[in-house]
């Protein structure tokens, strides 16, 4: 049975999609179990963070000042707001906005998140200030991870320390790159 016309074209523009994609390396010994933090406080959660450090990836190619705004939706999902500058802080501003889903509510440490449906992403928190000062995210494939923080800036001792517990983890952290932020 031949294929209808629109049938083709949505083919050919996932295809072409797909290709566009370039996986990043993985940056994590997989044979070691992720484990997410016990529980987050989704309302303490909610707000500005700004990015710290994460590695590298194809959505954030020559983003500087990279920020991430949660908010509560009615629905119990949240809204995704993401903004970064283009190669300076005076640069074009990018905007992302998605939706975020908790995938285990025992914990509320898993999340899903979405910026193009049907296309969802893991989002685990797996590192928490008690204060909710900072966190480190990440996702089981070791592709993705992002160390974020309330504030624009952490101390040389807090960096110190998040790469540490990172390699703990099995993470290779020269892989990292560090996020300016004016």
Avoid: H
């Amino acid at each position: 049975m031949p294929m209808k016309p629109a049938a083709i074209v949505f083919a050919i523009l996932f295809s072409t999609l797909l290709a566009g994609c370039e996986r990043p390396p993985v940056n994590r010994d997989l044979s070691r179990p992720l484990a997410t933090v016990g529980n987050v406080d989704i309302a303490r959660y909610a707000g500005r963070w700004y990015e710290i450090a994460r590695f590298p990836n194809g959505f954030e190619t020559d983003c500087v000042a990279v920020t991430a705004t949660y908010a509560a939706n009615g629905d119990g999902s949240l809204k995704v707001t993401n903004r970064c500058r283009k190669k300076a802080f005076d640069g074009p501003e990018e905007v992302a906005e998605g939706r975020a889903r908790v995938v285990d509510a025992a914990t509320n440490a898993k999340l899903a998140v979405t910026f193009f449906w049907p296309f969802e992403g893991d989002y685990w928190v797996l590192a928490l200030a008690p204060d909710y000062s900072w966190a480190v995210v990440g996702e089981p494939s070791g592709r993705y991870l992002w160390i974020l923080s309330r504030s624009p800036k952490i101390s040389p001792e807090l960096r110190a320390d998040l790469v540490k517990w990172l390699e703990g983890q099995g993470y290779k952290t020269r892989a990292l790159y560090w996020t300016p932020q004016p």
